[in-house]
């Protein structure tokens, strides 16, 4: 046995340790791990946590702790040792937590149906009807198959005798599933080894079964279900987990704004127009779903909602009023209540609660208040846990007074002392520390019963052992549960598709998601254009020194002619140009400062981030890392220029990704056609400055242009001489197989937009003809090196009016298209087209 590894890892007199029994020796699930960990070197074991902490960050995994500085920068907290559990033991919480699941699914059923327990006095009508959660507008509404619970959560804690209770439920919009599948796919690859070889049941039946489920009971008839995830935003806690399982599940991620109702039928709005929605699974709390008969101040939900679920149009999962059974309150109640709804005894307990509103037992919490923990009896309340224990007399003589004021208000619960596990203890070497921890168990409905996810969220207590909670600093795990009979992957594709079921076409993407990857590529070409013109001058200005060369000046004067640098340009000092460069890189307040643009486009790219590739996810992930790792007093040139290089690579990725790995949809056109738009009033701006600037007749100037537009390479190629006016203006204006050529964008825009012509009505690209054919048109002769200045000088000044002319046929377009396709979406959705 290790002795090495337990050697510094201690014992618990007062809690179960899920690793250790109270001899000391490792228990027979966790023999195998604890064997593999033993052997393993502090620097293997480094090793191992450098690759969890790079997968988080490369996928992006984050949680939003409010108040917290970071905020949706957050990386999500996970420990790389799994909570292991044997395949005997999980049989027994799989029933416990499906009886229980059944047993609140009939609760609801009867509150919000015949209320036969109420008439009897099996629940107090003080505890139902004084509580915020019980919505009267869903009272009497009978959800497709009775199913009210569609996704249940229990939170678990094991007693010190090794006994599990329930400590929590949870059944409004049951959270963390989502994070309990990514943990499983960073921690697997941790240990892959070890998770191959202990045999660990997969959650991909789980989430099939959810899936399945929700089309099983969606009312479509005939049609084929379109199941959508509903979420408030990004600014949620959770964000991440609602774009992770859109994308893993394959539904729609859609905001309230998305959708509408007509004619108590629910519509997903698209560019196509408006296609039905059969099932909303839910990320929303209950009152904030439909602002038409339950919150008015909601600005997330969807008027008319609560009628179309009362029509049976749509299937709302989970059923909205569902939260009302959160309440801590109602845990007393439960056992009678399994014995009259279902004629069973339930299985596994809930924490001893008391529900004050009751005269005696306000009269045993007020008497043994040090022993209790007292919570606020309805979840909306929002009231931290007062520990009894913690308070000194005058403490609980304000507390009982407290309670004796507003009985119906306030819960008491047994105090809870949660096992503990090991948790790695980082820096410290190859040591094991233990932590509290919770087990949060998820079940989903299928046709057949509840199916429990055989594992679950694992949640570490922080410095605080008596409260498990990711918002107060926890920490999760992955849940091994041993005695699976393959390890199979997390693949949630359905089977027995036929020829009629076959889709090829992007057909549920809501016009704001659309919206969002349109800017997205207006914004990544943005961030590219800036960053190339910002390294050119940085690099002259590393290579003149003091000195102030020709080409510096004007590539400084450009810089100044397109917003990025202030006034002066060139004839700044090379202290001052450096400095304002700098800033033009980094200080977002600036209106055109690279970081600006960056920010604006991980945010766009957050709103659609269930359409993208985890190589897209990766690629943002790390251009977000080097965004908040960038900047500071302390930066100089060669820093910039290191971080300017990274944004290009990032860039060139997005690209690639864009052109190679995205399906040829909608949203891919409008990807595209951002792109390009953005790229042609860079250059036709550019262009236009460049050919007016008396500084960019100076030697060197042309050079620093091609780099700009990415042609360099090209043109040294083709040329193998100094750069000259003639054949650089000939390969980045008119080239149309240069893909920085201004006649590139014009021609691939014409044809990108070919399609929305005949399907969604003509966006106008007249212009772009025009534009195109005049371009073509265009004699070069006069910008011959031998042509005489006068003529050069006109022939510049009458290109600059033409490349103007171009770049207001790119803007108008975009405000086509702005017009034409995104202006019936909410003004939340068009806050991008403002900057």
């Known amino acids: 046995m290790p002795r090495t590894l337990l050697s510094n890892y201690p014992a618990s007199n007062n809690r179960f340790d899920e690793m250790i029994d109270a001899a000391g020796t490792v228990r027979p699930d966790w023999r195998a791990f604890v064997e593999r960990l033993a052997t393993a070197t502090p620097e293997e074991m480094r090793r191992r946590a450098d690759i969890l902490r790079r997968r988080i960050q490369e996928n992006g995994v984050a949680y939003n702790v409010y108040s917290d500085p970071q905020g949706a920068d957050r990386p999500w ?57 019980f919505l009267w507008p869903c009272h009497g509404i009978v959800p497709p198959g009775g199913v009210h619970l569609h996704l249940y959560a229990a939170d678990l804690a094991r007693s010190p005798d090794g006994t599990w209770w329930v ?108 296609r039905r929605v059969h099932a909303i699974l839910r990320r929303q709390d209950d009152d904030y779903c439909d602002p038409l008969e339950l919150r008015g101040d909601s600005a997330l939900g969807l008027p008319g909602l609560v009628q179309a679920v009362r029509a049976g149009r749509v299937l709302v999962a989970n059923a909205i009023g569902s939260g009302l059974i959160e309440s801590g309150a109602l845990s007393g109640f439960l056992p009678g209540a399994c ?63 407290r309670l004796r004021a ?101 057909r549920n993407l809501s016009s704001r998601a659309v919206e969002n990857l349109y800017w997205f590529g207006r914004y990544a070409e943005r961030c590219d254009d800036s960053a190339r013109l910002l390294r050119t001058v940085l690099s002259r200005l590393i290579e003149a020194g003091a000195d102030t060369q020709p080409a510096l000046v004007s590539a400084a004067d450009l810089c100044h002619q397109l917003g990025l640098l202030p006034a002066g340009g060139g004839t700044l000092k ?8 700098l800033a033009a890189i980094y200080e977002e307040q600036q209106s055109r400062a690279l970081a600006g643009d960056i920010r604006r486009l991980l945010r766009s790219g957050a709103q659609v981030r269930e359409r993208f590739s985890g190589d897209h996810w990766h690629a943002l992930n790390r251009l977000q890392a080097d965004l908040s790792g960038s900047g500071g007093a302390h930066i100089d040139a060669s820093e910039a220029l290191a971080f300017l290089d990274r ?86 204006v008119l080239d149309d197989s240069n893909p920085h050529a201004v006649c590139f964008q014009l021609k691939s825009l014409i044809r990108y937009l070919q399609p929305l012509a005949g399907e969604l009505g003509e966006p106008g690209v007249d212009a772009l003809r025009r534009d ?33 002319t171009v770049a207001s046929s790119a803007y108008w377009l975009s405000e086509q298209l702005a017009m034409r396709y995104f202006t019936h979406v909410g003004d939340v959705g068009r806050q991008t087209l403002a900057a």
């Open 77 to 133: 907290e996970l420990d790389p040792l799994p909570l292991i559990l044997g395949a005997d033991e999980w049989r027994g919480i799989a029933a416990a937590v499906s009886q229980r699941a059944r047993l609140l699914n009939a609760l609801l059923a009867d509150i919000y149906g015949e209320q036969r327990l109420l008439r009897e006095g099996r629940l107090p009508p003080a505890l139902i009807y004084g509580h915020s959660g």
């Open 167 to 274: 400590v929590a439920d949870r059944t409004q919009a049951p959270s963390g599933a989502g994070y309990a599948l990514a943990n499983r796919q960073i921690v697997s690859r941790v240990f892959p080894e070890a998770f191959r070889d202990l045999k660990v049941q997969s959650l991909g039946t789980f989430f099939r079964a959810l899936q399945d489920s929700l089309a099983h009971w969606a009312p479509c008839g005939d049609e084929t279900p379109l199941i959508v995830l509903l979420t408030p935003g990004p600014a949620n806690e959770t964000y991440f987990e609602h774009a992770w399982l859109a994308r893993h599940l394959g539904l729609p991620l859609v905001e309230g704004q998305d959708l509408t109702v007509r004619g108590e039928t629910v519509y997903l709005r698209t560019l196509s127009g408006l």
């Open 339 to 401: 014995r009259a709804l279902l004629g069973e005894t339930l299985q596994m307990p809930a924490v001893a609660s008391w529900w004050c509103g009751e005269p005696a037992a306000l009269e045993f919490t007020c008497s043994y208040l040090e022993r209790l923990v007292i919570k606020g009896a309805f979840p909306a309340q929002r009231i931290e846990p007062v520990f009894g224990a913690d308070l000194d007399a005058a403490g609980r003589a304000a507390m009982i007074e």
């Open 406 to 506: 507003q009985p119906q208000q306030w819960t008491a619960q047994e105090l809870v002392e949660f096992s503990q596990a090991p948790a790695w203890a980082g820096a410290a070497g190859l040591r094991l520390q233990p932590r509290g921890v919770g087990l949060r168990v998820y079940a989903a409905a299928t046709p057949n019963g509840y199916v429990v996810m055989p594992g679950g969220l694992t949640r570490v207590a922080g410095s605080n052992t008596r409260v498990v909670s990711m918002q107060r600093g926890g920490l999760s795990k992955d849940c091994w549960v041993l005695g699976g009979s393959t390890n199979a992957a997390l693949s949630l594709a359905k089977g027995d598709i036929g020829v009629g079921d076959l889709v090829r076409s992007g």
């Open 574 to 581: 090379a202290a001052e140009l450096q400095n304002a460069l």
């Open 647 to 732: 944004v290009l690579l990032a860039s060139s990725a997005l690209a690639g990704f864009a052109m190679d790995s995205m399906t040829r949809d909608d949203g891919r056109r409008f990807l595209i056609i951002g792109r390009r738009i953005e790229r042609l009033m860079f250059l036709a701006n550019a262009l236009a400055c460049f050919l007016r600037l008396e500084s960019a007749r100076s030697e060197g100037s042309i050079e620093w242009l091609l780099e700009v537009g990415d042609s360099i390479i090209t043109y040294r190629a083709r040329y193998m001489n100094i750069p000259e006016l003639l054949p650089a203006l000939d390969l980045i």
């Open 772 to 804: 195109l054919d005049g371009l073509l048109a265009l004699d070069l002769a006069p910008f011959a090196a031998d042509s005489p200045p006068g003529l050069v000088g006109a022939a510049r000044l009458a290109l600059a009016a033409r490349l103007d």
